[in-house]
């Protein structure tokens, strides 16, 4: 939050639970701070894990951070056009690699805040992660850190 250099506006982090039985901790945040927009930061299955099928994941560790389109075949975040465009000139702009996700299973946080209220432009930065659910997950510190930049370097775009 020290990174981020945004006047006029309220940006609140919000570190949520249980996003796995029923994204409660997501729904319960969202309706309470009744958002402008929303972005969310994930982990996504990267396509470079053993036994994960190209057509199952793409996405690769080391290179970049992963700006989700949409996920659960459409049941989860359909990510706003607006947030999208922001987040890829973003990336663009400042040389930050990225990777762009369709993921086809399962959810984020994303899912739940832009269906809360009358709807909140949402979108989904993750980082691809090898063995999610896991009792070791592995990610490459670069995602992290680009997915870090690259939603701090967006934020004046809201």
């Not at 989904?124 to 997950?137: D, K, L, Q």
Request: charged residues 20%.
């Amino acid at each position: 939050m020290r990174q981020v250099k945004v006047k006029d506006a309220t940006i609140y982090a919000v570190a949520t639970a249980q996003e796995e039985v029923g994204l409660k901790g997501a729904r319960v945040s969202a309706f309470k701070i009744d958002p402008d927009y929303a972005i969310a930061i994930d982990t996504t299955i990267a396509g470079d894990t053993p036994y994960i099928k190209e057509n199952e994941s793409s996405l690769k560790l080391g290179e970049g951070p992963a700006i989700t389109i949409t996920e659960a075949s459409g049941r989860g975040v359909v990510t706003h056009p607006k947030i999208r465009e922001i987040l890829v000139k973003t990336a663009v702009e400042k040389k930050i690699p990225y990777q762009v996700d369709v993921l086809e299973g399962g959810m984020t946080d994303g899912a739940i805040i832009y269906i809360t209220r009358a709807g909140v432009p949402t979108g989904v930065v993750s980082i691809p992660t090898r063995y999610i659910h896991g009792p070791s997950s592995v990610f490459c510190l670069d995602d992290l850190n680009n997915s870090i930049k690259l939603v701090v370097c967006a934020l004046p775009g809201f």
